[in-house]
C-alpha cells in the first residue's frame, strides 16, 4: 500500500461555508472539520472529503468556453446519480445552475452557487 492518500480536494470560493453548506445538501456529507475560512466535508462513513477555502479575489472559471485572460476550469466534479432529472432539479432547487451546454446524454453539467462546474451522470452501462 501507497505512504500516501488523497484526503481531500479543495475549491476556493468567496464564502467557504457558503460553498459547504451547498454540497453537504447536495451529497448528504457532514462537517469534518472547520475554521473560520475553510471547511471539510465529507461522507458520514469515512472517505475521501471535499475541502472549501475563502479566497477573497476569487473568480468563477469560464466553461467550456477558452477565452484568453479569464480564469478557465482546473477540475470538476462527476456525480453518480440514479435519477438524472430528479437530481437536476433537486441540486437546482438548492442553488444550482444548469448550464447551457449539454454535451452528453447521460450527464448533466451545472454550475455551483461559486461558478464552479460539476457533473451530474447516469451510468448507461454497469460500472464494473
Not at 484526503?7 to 461555508?17: C, P
Not at 457558503?18 to 473560520?36: D, H
Not at 477540475?75 to 440514479?82: A, G, K, M, S
Amino acid at each position: 500500500m501507497s505512504p500516501t492518500r488523497l484526503s481531500t480536494v479543495v475549491l476556493d470560493a468567496q464564502d467557504a461555508h457558503e460553498l459547504a453548506g451547498f454540497y453537504l445538501r447536495l451529497l448528504g456529507y457532514v462537517v469534518r472539520a472547520e475554521e473560520p475560512d475553510w471547511v471539510l466535508i465529507g461522507p458520514p462513513d469515512g472517505g475521501t472529503g471535499l475541502s472549501f477555502q475563502t479566497e477573497p479575489e476569487y473568480v468563477p472559471p469560464v466553461w467550456p468556453t477558452r477565452r484568453p485572460g479569464e480564469q478557465q476550469m482546473m477540475l470538476h466534479l462527476d456525480i453518480e446519480v440514479d435519477d438524472l432529472e430528479g437530481e437536476v432539479e433537486r441540486a437546482v432547487g438548492l442553488g444550482a445552475t444548469l448550464h447551457d451546454h449539454q454535451p452528453q446524454d447521460d450527464v448533466r453539467v451545472l454550475l455551483d452557487p461559486a461558478g464552479h462546474p460539476f457533473c451530474l451522470w447516469r451510468p448507461t452501462q454497469p460500472v464494473g
